[in-house]
């Protein structure tokens, strides 16, 4: 460990300064596990809500998380001019929906042709 010019530590300070160091770096983990609370303690979360994007309403297309009012007149104004096809059907067709955001809404429930 390189100190600078000027900063005098002894050989001793250093040891001491190390020990600290590792004895805080081996207690982190325990400490915050202490502090967290316990994953039995959650409660169970809901299943989910499978919602096909071809036959659903904007109310029904807005129950998915991630889904707000504007992404649902997006995929129902697209929707107008066909079904989707599959997800990179969708994901192609809708403004602002990349293929990263596709897979998180198919994940939260979203579903095209049932798959």
Same mark, same amino acid.
């Given at each position: 460990?390189?100190?600078?010019? $000027? !900063? !005098?530590?002894?050989? =001793? ?6 020990? $600290?160091?590792?004895?805080? !770096? ?5 400490? +915050? ?14 299943? +989910? =809500? /499978? ?8 109310? &029904?297309?807005?129950? +998915?998380? %991630?889904? %707000?009012?504007?992404?649902? =007149?997006?995929?129902?104004? /697209?929707?107008?001019? %066909? ?5 990179? &059907? ?5 403004? $602002?929906? $990349? ?9 939260? %429930?979203?579903?095209?042709?049932? =798959?």
């Amino acid at each position: 460990m390189r100190m600078q010019p $000027g !900063f !005098f530590v002894t050989q =001793r300070g250093r040891l001491a300064m190390r020990r $600290g160091l590792l004895a805080l !770096f081996l207690m982190a983990p325990t400490r +915050i596990q202490a502090l967290s609370p316990s994953r039995q303690a959650q409660p169970p979360t809901s299943p +989910i =809500r /499978e919602v096909e994007v071809n036959q659903a309403s904007l109310e &029904d297309l807005r129950s +998915i998380p %991630g889904i %707000g009012p504007a992404r649902a =007149r997006r995929i129902v104004q /697209e929707r107008a001019h %066909g079904p989707f096809r599959d997800l990179a &059907d969708l994901s192609a067709r809708v403004p $602002g929906l $990349g293929p990263a955001a596709v897979r998180q809404l198919a994940r939260n %429930g979203l579903r095209v042709n049932t =798959r």
